[in-house]
């Protein structure tokens, strides 16, 4: 293992998170979101390249955010709540089906906001498990009560097949490297609220202006 890999914890992951939510004004910072799953890509990955199929979109989906953080419309993308106000007044976002602007910061946000809700419930699941858990089980759940509602038959297929691929539970919060399974209960039970803060003013600010339901 390298140094690099040697620091990598779900601490700093999650912590990402916690940065995400400006103090003043509670505004999400694109910033921060894109390093939380900048991280979280990097930890599925460890566990197996039978979850590429799963990194590839999310890769694809942040990549669409940096490069509006590149482009000449950057301060636009500050925040979510910049992207929405920005996208929606300039007309950049496909209301009803995918034509002119099928990659707009809204429509991509609001696959890895959908993502998020899986991870909330996935990691809540996993804090409050117990020795017999089954990951996999445990996942399949999460999934069922989330992203699954926004999936075709294939890909839901494809997921659920992959979950089974989920190492134990001792191994998973071993490879977190944040210590015991005490220390990462106590971990998860800190940083989950900063995660579900970040999901709860998304889906407020989406739900306010209709954008739930994407193309
Ligand atoms: C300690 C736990 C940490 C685990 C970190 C795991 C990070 C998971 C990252 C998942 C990101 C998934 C983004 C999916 C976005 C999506 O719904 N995309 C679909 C729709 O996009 P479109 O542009 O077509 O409208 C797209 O069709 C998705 C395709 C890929 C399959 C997505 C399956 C999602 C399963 C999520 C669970 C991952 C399990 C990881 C195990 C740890």
Redesign the pocket.
């Known amino acids: 293992m390298t140094a690099v890999e040697e620091k990598f914890s ?1 601490t700093e992951v999650l912590s990402s998170f916690k940065a995400c939510l400006e103090k003043e004004n509670q505004d999400v910072l694109v910033d921060h979101y894109i390093s939380g ?1 900048n991280g ?2 990097r ?2 990955n460890s ?1 197996g390249t039978i ?1 590429s ?6 890769i694809n ?1 942040i990549q669409i955010m940096e490069a509006f953080r590149k482009s000449s419309s950057r301060d636009q993308y500050r925040s979510l709540q910049s992207m929405v106000a920005y996208e929606l007044g300039a007309n950049l976002v496909d209301l009803n089906r995918r034509a002119e602007h099928p990659n707009s910061g809204c ?1 991509t946000i609001l ?2 906001h ?2 998020l809700r ?2 909330q419930l ?2 809540e699941k ?1 804090r409050t498990s117990t020795e017999d858990s089954k990951t996999s089980v445990l ?1 399949t759940d999460a ?1 069922n009560d989330s ?1 699954a509602n ?2 075709p038959w294939i ?1 839901r297929k ?2 659920t097949v ?2 089974y691929a ?1 190492p134990a539970r001792n191994t ?1 919060f071993e490879v ?1 490297n944040v210590g015991s399974i005490e220390d990462v209960v106590a971990m998860l039970g800190e940083a989950m609220p900063y995660v579900s803060q970040v999901y709860d003013i998304t889906q407020q600010l989406y739900a306010r202006h209709n954008l739930l339901d994407l193309p």
């Open positions: 779900l799953w979280l890509i930890f599925m566990l979850f199929f799963v990194s590839k979109d999310a989906k429509r696959r890895l959908r993502a899986w991870l996935f990691l996993l996942c999934y992203l926004y999936h890909i494809a997921a992959s979950f989920l998973f977190m």
